[in-house]
């Protein structure tokens, strides 16, 4: 069986993500794999694919029982034989597990990291006398003092490759910034590991900072449009969880609280009854939702400012991991940064101090943004993204701007004049000609003293700050930063140059995204099918099927079991056993409602069949362009060298685009991309013509077919 056959089969899914099948035949190949991809990207896969291709048995190393169950119950149902070994299991459970083992009859096995290295433990010696295939580290960033949740039990993995030689390992995260991957990489001593970094942007979701103004009823009236949606809202103290879970239970939502400090058997209870949709919101502290599954959680809510980016872009994206729109709102007030100032602080660690204020401050940073939220959250993970991604709160509003050269000029003023040596708070004070203490007396007979007056302290702050973006100023390192001027400062402070800033705006509202076209009434009663499903079999309802296979069941209205094989989700296991009693559903009400299947308007992805050999002929002549490409030669070049037509040339080397082999930029500029795609997926890829049309003159034939291919690229 070929890696796309089990997809289909187990996933019933006809195309892979991101990057998905260069990683699988990494480990298929028996190497070693780095893997950095999105939450709700398909990380999981990544390794549970191999474990059914491969011969012997997969462990996997997971940080919480939590995970190991959710996941192990999801692979159960789509036929894969797995289970966990953890501390919740009673002797002859754990026995009942070892038998099957024994017996070859588990594909992958769930354990924590000292369940498998704590010293008196015999489990390792056990585990290497069975043929072990494949070892995936989930959540790696564990590992690393570097990493956003760092746990000391995972640095027991740092002796996993004496102890498992010559077994392929996969360390998978969801967000690692460039010190903590270099962390990751030398502690478990990965063996010529390849590495593979996915795009960071999860498309389907939206970014919302709003000023913190009496948060509790911004967030009602926020959730007040949301109250059959599931939801996580993230606060910062244990005892503000359980204050604003009690608040919202009074407002008549279904909301239960969860942090470390609550008892194990409450967690458990509260987050199993969130996973079965019989608890709309949890409330929690950053304690809850490390690996958590869940497909329909549509927002997620910061109460409280986050730590840094990479534990915000983790929580966030939580949201929609089925790949329906999906919200992140984040409540924003500087009185935040400044308390988790004392928490960024590492005690007799100048070094580690340095390096979480700096990351604090880079999400203090992403709040006070007043350009698109999501190319900075990608350009904080070294990706490129262009200015504008139309779906953040900046960018749906727009950016209203007006000269601020002068505003600009008295701040840089007021820097040079204090030889670049205070930080922020001191700045304004001066500019504000504060009658403060901790201002020298030598200070207030600047020039400088009191000349913002007229500008609000809070003003003042934004500007400083969106300063420092436009690069105009820039601030130190070090665990007390201070303002200092950059390159671009003196041709502003000689008039040379005119700076732009942004007029204060306040987010109001969040925008809704559109759903598909669907019909209502029939989706809520398949959720409701599901949910008696999946109480049957004791799993929460998304395992069964996600809320984006209901949406599209609800929306093509397939009428036969041969239609409905092209609903996502739909493998062989669950079209065998739950196919029947969702199929008499739809078909059923399209009776009643007159209605016929529209399965033929769904849009058809790239089908994976098996490849016909293509002739040799046609991939000499390919290669031949491809070669002649590779050694310098233009385009036309090509063609006038081969008497070959200029449009045969770029079909060669948009193939090339297509496998992989050749990089998209180097036929399509960056910035055309987005407007190319947008053009493909508005009119379909089929014919160049229209799309020439639609795009105009500034778009070649040649860029729209590299496009076209890059969009059909095989893995």
Known sequence: MTPAQALQKYYGYSEFRHQQEAIINQIMSGGDAMVLMPTGGGKSLCYQLPAVLLPGLTIVISPLIALMKDQVDALNVTGIPAAYLNSTQSSGEQQDIVNRLKAGQIKLLYLAPERLFKSESRLTDFLKSLKVSLIAIDEAHCISHWGHDFRPEYLMLAGLKDAFRDIPVIALTATADQLTRKDILEKLALYNPAQFVSSFNRANISYTVAPKKNSLNQLLAFLDERKDDSGIIYCLSRQSTEDLAAQLRNEGFLAEAYHAGLTTETKARNQEAFLRDEVRIIVATIAFGMGINKSNVRYVVHADLPKNIEGYYQETGRAGRDGLPSEALLFYSPGDAFKLQKFARVEDNEEQSRIMLKKLDDMVKYCQLNTCRRKYLLNYFNEDFPDTCGSCDVCLTGRQTFDGTLIAQKALSAVARLKERFGSGYVIDLLRGANSAKLRDEHKHLKTYGAGADISKADWQRYLRELVILDYLQVSDGAYPVLMLTGKSDAVLKGQEKVELTLSQTTEEVRHHEALPHEASLL?????????????????????????????????????????????????????????????????????????????????????????????????????????????????????????SATTIQSHLAHFIQTGELDVTELVAPEKMPAIQDAVESYGQQQLSPLKEVLGEDYSYAEIKAVNAWMNREG
Not at 527 to 537: G, L, P, Q
Not at 541 to 552: F, N, R, T, V
Not at 585 to 590: P, T
């Open 524 to 644: 809520q009663k398949l959720k409701e099918i599901r949910t008696r499903i999946a109480r049957a079999e004791n799993v929460p309802p998304y395992i069964i099927l996600s809320d984006a296979s209901l949406l599209e069941l609800a929306t093509y209205l397939p009428q036969s079991m041969d239609e409905l094989k092209y609903i996502s989700g739909f493998g062989e296991v669950k079209l065998a056993r739950y196919g029947e009693a969702f199929l008499t559903a739809v078909v059923n009400y399209c009776n009643e409602m007159g209605l016929a299947s529209k399965i033929s308007s769904r849009p058809t992805k790239r089908e994976r069949k098996e490849r016909k050999p293509r002739s040799p002929l046609a991939n000499g002549t390919r290669q031949e362009s491809f070669n002649m490409y590779k050694a310098g030669n233009s385009i036309d070049e090509i063609a006038a060298l081969r008497e070959l």
